[in-house]
Protein backbone atom coordinates (compact mmCIF):
# COMPACT_ATOMS: atom_id res chain seq x y z
CA UNK A 1 0.00 0.00 0.00
CA UNK A 2 3.01 2.68 0.93
CA UNK A 3 4.64 1.66 -2.26
CA UNK A 4 0.92 2.07 -4.37
CA UNK A 5 0.74 5.55 -2.57
CA UNK A 6 4.62 6.52 -3.48
CA UNK A 7 3.87 5.78 -7.10
CA UNK A 8 0.23 8.17 -7.01
CA UNK A 9 2.38 10.90 -5.63
CA UNK A 10 5.61 10.51 -8.24
CA UNK A 11 3.06 9.89 -11.13
CA UNK A 12 0.47 12.87 -9.89
CA UNK A 13 3.72 15.38 -9.38
CA UNK A 14 5.97 14.11 -12.07
CA UNK A 15 3.14 14.79 -14.50
CA UNK A 16 1.94 17.73 -13.39
CA UNK A 17 -1.80 17.23 -12.32
CA UNK A 18 -3.39 18.93 -10.19
CA UNK A 19 -4.21 17.35 -7.05
CA UNK A 20 -6.46 18.58 -3.96
CA UNK A 21 -4.70 19.90 -1.09
CA UNK A 22 -6.34 17.50 0.60
CA UNK A 23 -5.75 14.59 -0.71
CA UNK A 24 -1.60 15.15 -0.80
CA UNK A 25 -2.14 15.89 2.81
CA UNK A 26 -3.92 12.58 3.02
CA UNK A 27 -1.37 10.79 1.34
CA UNK A 28 1.55 12.34 3.39
CA UNK A 29 -0.16 11.17 6.54
CA UNK A 30 -0.62 8.10 5.60
CA UNK A 31 2.72 8.06 4.15
CA UNK A 32 4.15 9.28 7.50
CA UNK A 33 1.66 6.83 9.58
CA UNK A 34 3.80 4.13 8.02
CA UNK A 35 7.16 5.61 8.82
CA UNK A 36 8.31 6.96 5.36
CA UNK A 37 10.27 10.09 4.96
CA UNK A 38 8.64 12.92 3.69
CA UNK A 39 11.94 14.38 2.81
CA UNK A 40 13.17 11.61 0.89
CA UNK A 41 10.22 11.05 -1.35
CA UNK A 42 10.20 14.99 -2.33
CA UNK A 43 14.03 14.49 -2.91
CA UNK A 44 13.23 11.63 -5.60
CA UNK A 45 10.52 13.98 -6.95
CA UNK A 46 13.07 16.99 -7.05
CA UNK A 47 15.62 14.92 -9.01
CA UNK A 48 13.60 12.99 -11.35
CA UNK A 49 12.15 15.96 -13.10
CA UNK A 50 15.55 17.52 -13.05
CA UNK A 51 16.78 14.70 -14.87
CA UNK A 52 13.37 15.24 -17.11
CA UNK A 53 15.07 19.18 -18.01
CA UNK A 54 18.32 18.06 -18.37
CA UNK A 55 16.98 15.60 -21.22
CA UNK A 56 14.60 18.09 -23.08
CA UNK A 57 17.37 20.47 -22.86
CA UNK A 58 19.97 17.81 -24.20
CA UNK A 59 17.49 16.68 -26.84
CA UNK A 60 16.75 20.37 -27.90
CA UNK A 61 20.25 21.49 -28.17
CA UNK A 62 21.20 18.42 -30.81
CA UNK A 63 18.72 19.58 -32.78
CA UNK A 64 19.54 23.30 -32.62
CA UNK A 65 23.36 21.57 -33.49
CA UNK A 66 21.77 19.22 -36.17
CA UNK A 67 20.18 22.45 -38.12
CA UNK A 68 22.56 24.84 -37.57
CA UNK A 69 26.15 23.39 -38.10
CA UNK A 70 28.72 24.67 -40.68
CA UNK A 71 29.21 21.05 -41.95
CA UNK A 72 26.76 18.94 -43.95
CA UNK A 73 25.33 15.96 -41.65
CA UNK A 74 23.54 12.61 -43.42
CA UNK A 75 22.19 9.83 -41.47
CA UNK A 76 21.24 7.35 -43.68
CA UNK A 77 20.22 3.10 -43.09
CA UNK A 78 22.74 0.69 -42.41
CA UNK A 79 21.29 -1.88 -44.96
CA UNK A 80 20.43 0.01 -47.94
CA UNK A 81 22.05 2.92 -47.48
CA UNK A 82 18.90 4.75 -47.71
CA UNK A 83 18.67 8.60 -46.69
CA UNK A 84 16.98 8.96 -43.51
CA UNK A 85 17.72 12.45 -42.64
CA UNK A 86 19.95 15.45 -43.75
CA UNK A 87 20.47 19.30 -42.09
CA UNK A 88 20.22 22.46 -43.99
CA UNK A 89 23.48 22.78 -44.88
CA UNK A 90 23.73 19.70 -46.55
CA UNK A 91 20.85 20.68 -48.48
CA UNK A 92 22.90 24.37 -49.31
CA UNK A 93 26.10 22.16 -50.44
CA UNK A 94 24.74 19.49 -52.66
CA UNK A 95 21.66 21.33 -53.83
CA UNK A 96 18.62 19.31 -52.92
CA UNK A 97 15.92 19.43 -51.07
CA UNK A 98 15.17 17.77 -47.70
CA UNK A 99 12.63 15.64 -49.80
CA UNK A 100 14.58 14.98 -52.76
CA UNK A 101 17.01 13.54 -50.07
CA UNK A 102 14.85 11.72 -48.36
CA UNK A 103 14.01 9.54 -51.42
CA UNK A 104 17.51 9.40 -52.41
CA UNK A 105 20.60 6.16 -51.50
CA UNK A 106 23.95 8.14 -50.50
CA UNK A 107 25.30 6.72 -53.57
CA UNK A 108 23.59 9.31 -55.30
CA UNK A 109 25.87 11.92 -54.14
CA UNK A 110 29.25 9.96 -54.42
CA UNK A 111 31.50 9.99 -57.61
CA UNK A 112 32.80 6.08 -56.47
CA UNK A 113 29.40 4.24 -55.08
CA UNK A 114 31.20 1.20 -54.00
CA UNK A 115 32.92 3.41 -51.39
CA UNK A 116 30.48 3.88 -49.91
CA UNK A 117 30.14 -0.05 -48.46
CA UNK A 118 33.37 -0.36 -47.71
CA UNK A 119 33.30 2.84 -45.56
CA UNK A 120 30.31 0.91 -43.47
CA UNK A 121 31.94 -2.01 -42.90
CA UNK A 122 34.90 0.17 -41.95
CA UNK A 123 33.20 1.99 -39.03
CA UNK A 124 31.12 -1.06 -38.30
CA UNK A 125 34.33 -2.76 -37.47
CA UNK A 126 35.91 0.05 -35.51
CA UNK A 127 33.22 0.01 -33.38
CA UNK A 128 33.18 4.09 -33.21
CA UNK A 129 33.93 7.02 -35.82
CA UNK A 130 36.09 6.58 -38.72
CA UNK A 131 37.78 9.20 -41.07
CA UNK A 132 38.47 9.22 -44.81
CA UNK A 133 38.13 11.61 -47.71
CA UNK A 134 36.06 11.27 -50.43
CA UNK A 135 34.75 13.00 -53.67
CA UNK A 136 31.04 13.95 -53.69
CA UNK A 137 28.71 15.03 -56.42
CA UNK A 138 26.53 18.27 -55.82
CA UNK A 139 22.94 18.32 -57.85
CA UNK A 140 24.96 20.38 -60.96
CA UNK A 141 27.43 17.72 -61.18
CA UNK A 142 30.27 19.51 -59.96
CA UNK A 143 32.82 17.33 -58.31
CA UNK A 144 33.59 19.10 -54.42
CA UNK A 145 36.27 17.22 -52.11
CA UNK A 146 34.67 16.52 -48.65
CA UNK A 147 36.61 15.22 -45.50
CA UNK A 148 34.15 12.74 -44.09
CA UNK A 149 33.52 11.61 -39.89
CA UNK A 150 31.39 8.39 -40.08
CA UNK A 151 29.66 6.82 -36.66
CA UNK A 152 27.29 4.32 -35.94
CA UNK A 153 24.08 5.82 -34.49
CA UNK A 154 20.54 4.88 -33.22
CA UNK A 155 18.07 6.33 -35.08
CA UNK A 156 14.27 5.98 -34.17
CA UNK A 157 15.42 3.03 -32.65
CA UNK A 158 17.67 0.92 -35.34
CA UNK A 159 20.92 1.22 -36.15
CA UNK A 160 22.13 3.93 -38.40
CA UNK A 161 25.14 5.64 -39.78
CA UNK A 162 25.35 8.88 -39.50
CA UNK A 163 28.21 11.07 -41.71
CA UNK A 164 29.70 14.88 -40.93
CA UNK A 165 30.72 16.03 -44.39
CA UNK A 166 33.26 19.19 -44.52
CA UNK A 167 34.17 20.44 -47.67
CA UNK A 168 37.78 20.66 -48.31
CA UNK A 169 38.08 21.74 -51.42
CA UNK A 170 39.08 25.27 -51.50
CA UNK A 171 41.39 24.18 -49.05
CA UNK A 172 43.36 21.47 -50.90
CA UNK A 173 43.35 23.70 -53.26
CA UNK A 174 44.91 26.12 -51.33
CA UNK A 175 47.37 23.76 -49.73
CA UNK A 176 48.09 22.74 -53.84
CA UNK A 177 49.21 26.57 -54.16
CA UNK A 178 51.18 26.88 -50.81
CA UNK A 179 53.06 24.05 -51.96
CA UNK A 180 53.60 25.43 -55.46
CA UNK A 181 54.23 29.19 -54.22
CA UNK A 182 57.05 27.23 -51.70
CA UNK A 183 58.50 25.36 -54.23
CA UNK A 184 58.80 28.81 -56.66
CA UNK A 185 60.21 30.67 -53.82
CA UNK A 186 62.71 27.83 -52.98
CA UNK A 187 63.69 27.69 -56.56
CA UNK A 188 63.29 31.58 -56.88
CA UNK A 189 65.52 31.37 -53.39
CA UNK A 190 67.95 29.06 -54.68
CA UNK A 191 68.43 29.76 -58.39
CA UNK A 192 67.90 33.47 -58.56
CA UNK A 193 70.84 35.31 -60.24
CA UNK A 194 70.22 37.66 -57.19
CA UNK A 195 72.40 37.46 -54.23
CA UNK A 196 69.46 36.94 -51.56
CA UNK A 197 70.46 37.02 -47.81
CA UNK A 198 68.22 36.01 -44.52
CA UNK A 199 69.50 37.67 -41.04
CA UNK A 200 68.04 38.76 -37.95
CA UNK A 201 67.69 42.40 -36.73
CA UNK A 202 71.31 41.87 -35.00
CA UNK A 203 72.71 41.56 -38.03
CA UNK A 204 73.50 37.52 -37.70
CA UNK A 205 73.73 35.26 -41.05
CA UNK A 206 70.30 32.84 -40.91
CA UNK A 207 70.22 31.48 -44.77
CA UNK A 208 71.54 32.28 -48.20
CA UNK A 209 71.24 31.15 -51.65
CA UNK A 210 74.00 29.98 -53.62
CA UNK A 211 75.04 32.75 -55.81
CA UNK A 212 75.99 34.53 -52.98
CA UNK A 213 78.41 31.78 -52.00
CA UNK A 214 79.56 32.64 -55.65
CA UNK A 215 79.42 36.15 -55.72
CA UNK A 216 81.10 36.99 -52.39
CA UNK A 217 83.24 34.11 -52.22
CA UNK A 218 82.26 32.55 -49.26
CA UNK A 219 81.53 28.74 -48.23
CA UNK A 220 78.73 27.37 -46.99
CA UNK A 221 79.92 26.54 -43.71
CA UNK A 222 81.00 30.17 -42.33
CA UNK A 223 77.24 31.32 -43.14
CA UNK A 224 75.82 31.16 -39.98
CA UNK A 225 78.84 32.50 -38.39
CA UNK A 226 78.86 36.26 -39.92
CA UNK A 227 77.45 39.28 -39.40
CA UNK A 228 75.64 41.66 -42.92
CA UNK A 229 78.33 44.11 -41.95
CA UNK A 230 80.76 41.62 -43.54
CA UNK A 231 79.69 42.23 -47.08
CA UNK A 232 80.25 46.58 -46.62
CA UNK A 233 83.38 48.46 -46.89
CA UNK A 234 83.91 50.35 -43.51
CA UNK A 235 83.40 53.69 -45.35
CA UNK A 236 79.44 52.30 -46.39
CA UNK A 237 78.68 51.82 -42.76
CA UNK A 238 77.18 55.08 -41.86
CA UNK A 239 75.10 54.42 -44.77
CA UNK A 240 73.83 50.64 -44.13
CA UNK A 241 72.80 52.23 -40.49
CA UNK A 242 70.36 54.93 -42.36
CA UNK A 243 69.44 52.28 -44.29
CA UNK A 244 68.69 49.71 -41.45
CA UNK A 245 66.58 52.53 -39.34
CA UNK A 246 64.27 52.87 -42.45
CA UNK A 247 63.52 49.25 -42.83
CA UNK A 248 62.58 48.91 -39.30
CA UNK A 249 60.49 51.91 -39.41
CA UNK A 250 59.01 51.34 -42.63
CA UNK A 251 59.08 47.45 -43.52
CA UNK A 252 60.40 48.29 -46.68
CA UNK A 253 63.89 49.82 -48.04
CA UNK A 254 65.42 50.19 -51.25
CA UNK A 255 68.95 51.73 -51.53
CA UNK A 256 72.35 51.96 -53.50
CA UNK A 257 75.61 50.83 -52.07
CA UNK A 258 79.10 49.58 -52.76
CA UNK A 259 79.59 45.81 -51.22
CA UNK A 260 83.15 43.57 -51.04
CA UNK A 261 83.50 40.38 -51.44
CA UNK A 262 85.62 37.93 -49.56
CA UNK A 263 88.60 38.70 -51.83
CA UNK A 264 88.44 42.60 -51.21
CA UNK A 265 86.45 43.01 -54.62
CA UNK A 266 83.85 46.26 -54.55
CA UNK A 267 81.24 46.02 -56.94
CA UNK A 268 77.99 48.70 -56.69
CA UNK A 269 74.89 46.75 -55.87
CA UNK A 270 71.03 47.73 -55.44
CA UNK A 271 69.77 46.44 -52.01
CA UNK A 272 65.72 45.45 -51.49
CA UNK A 273 65.54 44.63 -47.80
CA UNK A 274 62.06 43.62 -46.32
CA UNK A 275 61.22 42.63 -42.73
CA UNK A 276 58.67 39.45 -42.39
CA UNK A 277 58.42 36.92 -39.65
CA UNK A 278 60.15 33.51 -39.46
CA UNK A 279 59.55 30.96 -36.58
CA UNK A 280 57.75 34.00 -34.68
CA UNK A 281 61.02 36.35 -35.08
CA UNK A 282 61.14 39.49 -37.32
CA UNK A 283 63.96 38.65 -39.98
CA UNK A 284 65.43 40.73 -42.70
CA UNK A 285 65.53 39.13 -46.41
CA UNK A 286 67.73 41.81 -48.57
CA UNK A 287 68.29 40.88 -52.44
CA UNK A 288 71.52 42.23 -53.40
CA UNK A 289 71.73 43.04 -57.36
CA UNK A 290 75.07 43.96 -59.17
CA UNK A 291 74.32 47.05 -61.39
CA UNK A 292 77.69 47.30 -62.49
CA UNK A 293 76.57 46.95 -65.83
CA UNK A 294 74.01 49.41 -64.85
CA UNK A 295 76.70 52.03 -63.61
CA UNK A 296 78.72 52.14 -66.58
CA UNK A 297 75.90 52.45 -69.02
CA UNK A 298 74.92 55.46 -66.89
CA UNK A 299 78.45 57.17 -66.87
CA UNK A 300 78.36 56.16 -70.58
CA UNK A 301 75.65 57.84 -70.91
CA UNK A 302 76.81 60.77 -69.13
CA UNK A 303 80.08 61.68 -70.81
CA UNK A 304 78.20 61.06 -73.79
CA UNK A 305 75.82 64.07 -72.78
CA UNK A 306 78.78 66.06 -71.37
CA UNK A 307 80.85 65.16 -74.63
CA UNK A 308 77.46 66.78 -76.57
CA UNK A 309 77.51 69.78 -74.24
CA UNK A 310 81.47 70.63 -74.39
CA UNK A 311 81.02 70.40 -78.05
CA UNK A 312 77.86 73.08 -78.32
CA UNK A 313 79.37 75.46 -75.52
CA UNK A 314 83.22 75.26 -76.06
CA UNK A 315 84.46 78.33 -77.61
CA UNK A 316 87.87 76.89 -78.85
CA UNK A 317 89.19 73.67 -79.07
CA UNK A 318 91.87 74.12 -75.93
CA UNK A 319 88.61 74.65 -74.15
CA UNK A 320 87.06 71.52 -76.07
CA UNK A 321 90.17 68.88 -75.13
CA UNK A 322 91.01 70.27 -71.98
CA UNK A 323 86.72 68.99 -71.25
CA UNK A 324 87.35 66.07 -72.94
CA UNK A 325 90.45 65.20 -70.58
CA UNK A 326 87.74 65.58 -67.91
CA UNK A 327 85.09 63.38 -69.33
CA UNK A 328 87.74 60.46 -69.52
CA UNK A 329 89.21 60.73 -65.83
CA UNK A 330 85.35 60.53 -65.24
CA UNK A 331 85.88 56.91 -66.83
CA UNK A 332 89.00 55.57 -66.10
CA UNK A 333 92.54 56.75 -64.98
CA UNK A 334 93.54 59.38 -66.87
CA UNK A 335 96.55 61.48 -64.97
CA UNK A 336 98.33 60.52 -68.17
CA UNK A 337 96.35 61.73 -71.69
CA UNK A 338 96.72 63.27 -75.06
CA UNK A 339 94.78 63.70 -78.02
CA UNK A 340 96.67 62.69 -81.45
CA UNK A 341 94.83 64.05 -84.79
CA UNK A 342 96.93 62.54 -88.08
CA UNK A 343 96.79 63.75 -91.37
CA UNK A 344 97.22 61.25 -93.82
CA UNK A 345 98.06 64.07 -96.67
CA UNK A 346 100.66 65.76 -95.03
CA UNK A 347 101.65 62.35 -93.11
CA UNK A 348 101.78 64.82 -89.98
CA UNK A 349 101.09 63.76 -86.07
CA UNK A 350 99.84 66.47 -84.29
CA UNK A 351 98.91 66.44 -80.83
CA UNK A 352 96.64 69.15 -79.73
CA UNK A 353 96.16 68.21 -76.16
CA UNK A 354 99.06 66.57 -74.21
CA UNK A 355 99.21 65.95 -70.14
CA UNK A 356 102.02 63.75 -69.32
CA UNK A 357 103.69 63.68 -65.50
CA UNK A 358 106.94 62.90 -67.41
CA UNK A 359 107.17 64.11 -70.94
CA UNK A 360 106.50 67.61 -72.30
CA UNK A 361 104.23 68.59 -75.07
CA UNK A 362 105.63 66.98 -78.45
CA UNK A 363 105.73 69.37 -81.18
CA UNK A 364 104.02 68.05 -84.70
CA UNK A 365 106.34 65.50 -86.61
CA UNK A 366 106.06 63.72 -90.27
CA UNK A 367 107.45 60.27 -88.82
CA UNK A 368 105.59 57.65 -89.20
CA UNK A 369 107.46 55.02 -86.61
CA UNK A 370 106.25 56.04 -83.89
CA UNK A 371 104.05 54.35 -81.19
CA UNK A 372 100.94 56.80 -81.98
CA UNK A 373 101.42 56.71 -85.77
CA UNK A 374 101.70 52.71 -85.36
CA UNK A 375 98.22 52.53 -83.51
CA UNK A 376 96.84 55.00 -85.79
CA UNK A 377 97.48 52.92 -89.01
CA UNK A 378 96.06 49.91 -87.23
CA UNK A 379 92.89 51.50 -86.71
CA UNK A 380 91.97 49.25 -83.52
CA UNK A 381 91.72 49.73 -79.74
CA UNK A 382 95.31 48.48 -78.78
CA UNK A 383 96.62 48.10 -74.69
CA UNK A 384 100.37 47.09 -74.57
CA UNK A 385 102.55 46.56 -71.13
CA UNK A 386 106.18 47.78 -70.82
CA UNK A 387 106.83 44.72 -71.38
CA UNK A 388 105.49 44.17 -74.88
CA UNK A 389 106.01 47.53 -76.02
CA UNK A 390 109.89 46.31 -74.94
CA UNK A 391 109.63 43.81 -77.47
CA UNK A 392 108.06 45.34 -79.87
CA UNK A 393 110.74 47.91 -80.29
CA UNK A 394 112.98 44.98 -80.51
CA UNK A 395 111.61 44.23 -83.49
CA UNK A 396 111.39 47.62 -84.82
CA UNK A 397 107.56 48.06 -85.05
CA UNK A 398 107.66 51.15 -83.96
CA UNK A 399 109.95 53.48 -81.81
CA UNK A 400 108.63 55.11 -78.41
CA UNK A 401 109.38 59.10 -78.18
CA UNK A 402 109.60 60.05 -74.33
CA UNK A 403 109.72 58.22 -71.21
CA UNK A 404 108.64 54.44 -71.30
CA UNK A 405 104.88 53.51 -69.91
CA UNK A 406 104.34 50.59 -67.66
CA UNK A 407 100.90 50.46 -69.48
CA UNK A 408 100.11 52.13 -72.87
CA UNK A 409 96.18 52.53 -74.62
CA UNK A 410 94.88 53.62 -77.42
CA UNK A 411 91.42 54.23 -78.96
CA UNK A 412 91.07 55.60 -82.38
CA UNK A 413 88.76 58.18 -83.74
CA UNK A 414 87.45 57.16 -87.10
CA UNK A 415 85.62 58.61 -89.61
CA UNK A 416 84.38 56.88 -93.07
CA UNK A 417 86.33 53.33 -91.70
CA UNK A 418 89.49 55.32 -91.50
CA UNK A 419 91.46 56.00 -88.40
CA UNK A 420 92.22 59.79 -88.37
CA UNK A 421 93.83 60.21 -84.92
CA UNK A 422 92.86 59.00 -81.08
CA UNK A 423 93.59 58.93 -77.58
CA UNK A 424 96.04 57.61 -75.21
CA UNK A 425 96.17 56.96 -71.54
CA UNK A 426 99.14 56.02 -70.04
CA UNK A 427 100.56 54.35 -66.51
CA UNK A 428 103.38 54.56 -64.87
CA UNK A 429 102.67 52.90 -61.58
CA UNK A 430 102.64 48.99 -61.61
CA UNK A 431 99.55 49.06 -59.44
CA UNK A 432 97.63 50.97 -62.71
CA UNK A 433 96.26 48.89 -65.06
CA UNK A 434 94.49 48.72 -68.29
CA UNK A 435 92.15 46.39 -68.73
CA UNK A 436 89.15 45.11 -71.28
CA UNK A 437 86.47 47.12 -70.05
CA UNK A 438 88.97 50.18 -69.75
CA UNK A 439 88.95 49.81 -73.57
CA UNK A 440 85.47 49.12 -73.91
CA UNK A 441 84.96 52.47 -72.45
CA UNK A 442 87.22 54.46 -73.89
CA UNK A 443 86.06 52.96 -77.41
CA UNK A 444 82.80 54.36 -76.47
CA UNK A 445 83.33 57.68 -75.65
CA UNK A 446 86.29 57.72 -78.49
CA UNK A 447 83.47 57.56 -81.33
CA UNK A 448 81.48 60.52 -79.55
CA UNK A 449 84.74 62.29 -79.18
CA UNK A 450 85.89 61.75 -82.48
CA UNK A 451 81.96 62.77 -83.96
CA UNK A 452 82.59 66.16 -81.70
CA UNK A 453 85.99 66.69 -82.62
CA UNK A 454 84.81 66.79 -86.88
CA UNK A 455 81.35 68.30 -85.60
CA UNK A 456 83.33 71.18 -83.71
CA UNK A 457 85.95 71.34 -86.79
CA UNK A 458 82.75 71.57 -88.87
CA UNK A 459 81.13 74.32 -86.98
CA UNK A 460 84.77 76.50 -86.80
CA UNK A 461 84.82 76.31 -90.75
CA UNK A 462 81.08 77.26 -90.94
CA UNK A 463 81.31 80.02 -88.61
CA UNK A 464 84.54 81.18 -91.29
CA UNK A 465 82.75 80.67 -94.01
CA UNK A 466 80.02 82.88 -92.76
CA UNK A 467 82.04 85.56 -91.65
CA UNK A 468 83.91 85.42 -95.64
CA UNK A 469 79.93 85.52 -96.64
CA UNK A 470 79.17 88.44 -94.40
CA UNK A 471 82.10 90.17 -96.13
CA UNK A 472 81.28 89.32 -99.46
CA UNK A 473 77.46 90.35 -98.73
CA UNK A 474 78.58 93.56 -96.84
CA UNK A 475 81.33 94.71 -99.92
CA UNK A 476 79.27 93.76 -103.26
CA UNK A 477 77.00 96.75 -104.76
CA UNK A 478 74.27 94.36 -105.58
CA UNK A 479 71.16 94.34 -102.84
CA UNK A 480 70.86 91.27 -101.06
CA UNK A 481 67.43 89.83 -99.14
CA UNK A 482 66.62 86.31 -97.94
CA UNK A 483 63.28 85.69 -96.70
CA UNK A 484 61.39 82.54 -95.55
CA UNK A 485 58.39 80.83 -96.46
CA UNK A 486 56.15 83.75 -95.26
CA UNK A 487 57.93 86.10 -96.83
CA UNK A 488 59.44 88.01 -93.92
CA UNK A 489 62.55 89.06 -94.41
CA UNK A 490 65.74 87.34 -92.75
CA UNK A 491 68.93 89.25 -93.87
CA UNK A 492 69.63 92.51 -95.75
CA UNK A 493 73.00 93.51 -97.01
CA UNK A 494 74.06 97.17 -96.96
CA UNK A 495 73.39 97.26 -100.58
CA UNK A 496 69.51 96.51 -100.09
CA UNK A 497 69.86 99.06 -97.78
CA UNK A 498 70.41 101.98 -99.72
CA UNK A 499 68.36 101.13 -102.36
CA UNK A 500 65.76 100.08 -100.77
CA UNK A 501 66.00 103.03 -98.14
CA UNK A 502 65.09 101.21 -95.54
CA UNK A 503 67.02 99.85 -92.71
CA UNK A 504 68.51 96.07 -91.43
CA UNK A 505 66.88 96.73 -87.84
CA UNK A 506 63.81 97.89 -88.76
CA UNK A 507 63.06 95.42 -92.05
CA UNK A 508 64.22 92.25 -90.01
CA UNK A 509 61.19 89.84 -89.44
CA UNK A 510 58.49 91.58 -91.21
CA UNK A 511 56.85 91.11 -94.27
CA UNK A 512 59.27 92.02 -97.25
CA UNK A 513 55.46 93.28 -98.50
CA UNK A 514 54.96 95.70 -95.84
CA UNK A 515 58.81 96.90 -96.62
CA UNK A 516 59.19 96.61 -100.44
CA UNK A 517 56.51 98.03 -103.00
CA UNK A 518 57.34 96.55 -106.27
CA UNK A 519 55.05 97.42 -109.20
CA UNK A 520 55.89 97.56 -112.97
CA UNK A 521 56.12 100.58 -115.33
CA UNK A 522 52.41 99.57 -117.44
CA UNK A 523 50.59 99.41 -114.18
CA UNK A 524 52.13 101.40 -111.16
CA UNK A 525 49.13 101.23 -109.14
CA UNK A 526 49.53 97.27 -109.03
CA UNK A 527 51.79 95.46 -106.21
CA UNK A 528 53.82 92.91 -107.18
CA UNK A 529 55.13 89.63 -105.33
CA UNK A 530 58.67 88.77 -106.64
CA UNK A 531 58.97 85.93 -104.29
CA UNK A 532 55.06 84.42 -104.57
CA UNK A 533 56.12 82.58 -108.07
CA UNK A 534 59.39 81.25 -106.68
CA UNK A 535 57.86 79.43 -103.66
CA UNK A 536 55.18 78.09 -105.84
CA UNK A 537 57.21 76.79 -108.66
CA UNK A 538 60.63 76.44 -106.64
CA UNK A 539 62.20 77.87 -109.85
CA UNK A 540 64.11 81.11 -110.28
CA UNK A 541 62.70 84.31 -111.91
CA UNK A 542 64.31 87.19 -113.26
CA UNK A 543 62.25 90.48 -113.68
CA UNK A 544 64.63 93.13 -115.98
CA UNK A 545 62.40 95.92 -114.97
CA UNK A 546 60.77 96.76 -112.19
CA UNK A 547 59.93 99.82 -110.51
CA UNK A 548 60.28 100.21 -106.72
CA UNK A 549 58.24 102.85 -105.50
CA UNK A 550 59.84 104.53 -101.64
CA UNK A 551 56.81 107.37 -102.01
CA UNK A 552 54.79 108.50 -103.87
CA UNK A 553 57.24 111.11 -105.40
CA UNK A 554 60.11 109.24 -105.57
CA UNK A 555 60.70 105.85 -107.69
CA UNK A 556 63.59 103.51 -108.55
CA UNK A 557 63.73 101.10 -111.63
CA UNK A 558 65.36 98.37 -110.75
CA UNK A 559 66.96 94.72 -112.32
CA UNK A 560 65.58 91.85 -109.86
CA UNK A 561 65.96 87.99 -109.74
CA UNK A 562 64.80 86.17 -106.89
CA UNK A 563 65.53 81.87 -106.51
CA UNK A 564 64.47 79.04 -104.04
CA UNK A 565 66.44 78.85 -100.95
CA UNK A 566 66.52 74.72 -100.45
CA UNK A 567 67.48 72.53 -97.92
CA UNK A 568 68.93 69.11 -98.56
CA UNK A 569 65.68 67.35 -98.84
CA UNK A 570 65.31 69.78 -101.88
CA UNK A 571 62.31 71.45 -100.15
CA UNK A 572 61.83 75.52 -100.53
CA UNK A 573 62.52 77.12 -97.05
CA UNK A 574 62.55 80.39 -98.50
CA UNK A 575 64.13 82.97 -100.89
CA UNK A 576 66.95 85.00 -102.13
CA UNK A 577 66.95 87.85 -103.93
CA UNK A 578 69.15 89.78 -105.73
CA UNK A 579 68.88 93.24 -107.22
CA UNK A 580 70.56 96.44 -108.25
CA UNK A 581 69.32 100.06 -109.28
CA UNK A 582 69.52 100.63 -113.07
CA UNK A 583 67.47 104.23 -112.70
CA UNK A 584 70.72 105.85 -113.85
CA UNK A 585 71.64 103.07 -116.70
CA UNK A 586 67.77 103.26 -117.95
CA UNK A 587 67.77 107.05 -118.91
CA UNK A 588 71.59 106.87 -120.29
CA UNK A 589 69.50 104.05 -122.50
CA UNK A 590 66.93 106.10 -122.98
CA UNK A 591 69.06 109.13 -124.28
CA UNK A 592 70.72 106.89 -126.08
CA UNK A 593 67.96 106.10 -127.89
CA UNK A 594 66.87 109.61 -128.48
CA UNK A 595 70.36 110.30 -130.27
CA UNK A 596 69.65 107.97 -132.26
CA UNK A 597 66.01 108.60 -133.72
CA UNK A 598 67.65 112.24 -134.10
CA UNK A 599 70.10 110.77 -136.19
CA UNK A 600 68.25 108.98 -138.39
CA UNK A 601 65.35 111.77 -138.84
CA UNK A 602 68.41 113.56 -139.63
CA UNK A 603 69.79 111.48 -142.26
CA UNK A 604 66.51 111.21 -143.57
CA UNK A 605 65.72 114.98 -143.85
CA UNK A 606 69.71 115.28 -145.44
Not at 496 to 508: P, T, V
Request: a negative charge; aromatic letters at 8%.
Amino acid sequence: EIYVLLIMLTILQHDGLIVFRPTIRKLYQVVAERGIAINSLEAEIRERKASQAQLEQSEQELRGLFKNVHDSIIIYNLTDHSILEVNERACEIYGYSREEFLNMRIEAITKKPSRIARCVKETLVAGNSTHFEMVQLRKDGRERLMDANTSVVKYKGEKAILSNYQDISEKRLAEVALRSSEEKYSNLFQFSNDCIIIYDLAGRLLDCNEQVLSKFGIIDAEVTSLNISRFYPKEQHALLTSATADLIRKGYVRFEIDVVSKNGTIWPAEVSANLFRMNNKKVVQAVFRDITERKEAERRQQSQYRIAEITTCSDDMDEFNAAIHAVVGQLTYAENFYIALYDENTQTLDCPYFVDEYDSFPAPRNNSEGLTEYAIRGGKPLSLSREELTTAMEEKKFKVFGELAVEWAFVPFIRSGVAFGGIVVQSYSQEIRFNQKDLELLSFVGQHIASAIDRKRSLEELSSERERLKVTMNSISDGVITTDVDNCILFMNPAAEGIARFSHQDAIGRNIMDVLYFSNEKNRDTRLNPSFEVLRTGRTIEFPHLLLQHNSESTSIIGLSVAPINDENDNTTGTVMAFRDITEQQKTEQEMQKILKLESVGLLAG
